[in-house]
Structure formats: structure tokens, C-alpha cells
């Protein structure tokens, strides 16, 4: 499946927004259009992962305080600065999970069932897409938000790495093998239900 992101940034806009990352850390009024520019994004990202409006809210928050606070600690390493603060909404919102005993939501549709489907190499999903949500959230949390970036999101395993903090290559190796684990879930969820 090759996934054309609309998370892509050009490089000029990558050198605005790194100018504009340093101004931030001389004078934090500076950083109001960094907030602006990614606050509806993150919010959005948060939101499809924690599926309650208000703790979404809370999350992103934190979100922007710690990117805030932490400024001082981010190096440009060729990608969005969104990359960043996707990297600390994944971490926040996995504090969420622990602290708010939120549940890891998937946001399905369509189009991305047909490119896991597509991924998986055979028509394993078809009989059973009843099951496919409650299967899904057997898996671990890092599992259900890779599956989520991938084939919900779009996302390339470009920017899974950047947000993950791990390789390109380990991004895709995670990813069938957590597409491999989800047949097995698929097919005992099943047989639990036949």
C-alpha cells in the first residue's frame, strides 16, 4: 500500500517553521503560531485515540505545556516539527489510558479495513468485520496506535518511525506483525462467537 500523506511539509516549510521554533525558544509568545498552526491536528489525533471530547481537550492541553516547557530539547531532524508533538501526544495519551482508565479507540472506515485487508494479502477481514473492532482492541495499546496511523490515518512509515521514536524499517516489521497477531485474534474471536 503506498500511502501519500497529507501530513507531507516542503522543505521551505520546514525552515519557516524552524524559524519560527527558535524565536519560540527566545521568547515564548512566539510560540502562539506553532499552537495555532497544530493545536486542531493534535487535537484530532488525540481525540480519534481517547474517543471522549473532554479528555481529548485535557490531553492536548498537556500536549502544548509540555512542548512548551520542553522546547529547549527539540532538534530538527528533517521532518515537521508536528512530527514532535505527535511523538508527545502518543505519550500523553497513553497517560491518559493508565490515569484516566480511558479505553484505546480505533476510528475505522472503509478505505482503511480495504488497505489492512489489502496488507494482510488474502480475504481474512470479510467474514470477520463484525469482530473486527472488539478484536482490535484486544491488541496492546502501541499496537492498536500503529494500526491506527497506518491504515486510519494514512500515515507512512516514515513519519510511524518519527512519531513512534523508533526506525522506518521496525515500523513496517511492527506492523505485519501485529497485522499477523490480529488474524490470530480474528480467527479465535470467531470461533468464541460461532
Known sequence: ???????????EDMRQEQEQVELARRDAEHFRPLYNKYYERIF???????????????????VFLKALTNLHKYQFRGVPFASWLYRIAQSEVYNAYRKLKVQPTVQMDSAGIKDMQDEMEEDVLGPYLPILSESISELPEDDISLIQMRFFEKRAFKEIAEILDITENNAKVKTYRILEKLKKILIANKKKHA
Open 44 to 62: 484530532l489525533f488525540v481525540w480519534q485515540r481517547v474517543d471522549d471530547e473532554e479528555s481529548a481537550h485535557d490531553v492536548t492541553s498537556q
Open 1 to 11: 500500500m503506498e500511502v501519500v500523506s497529507k501530513y507531507h511539509a516542503s522543505q
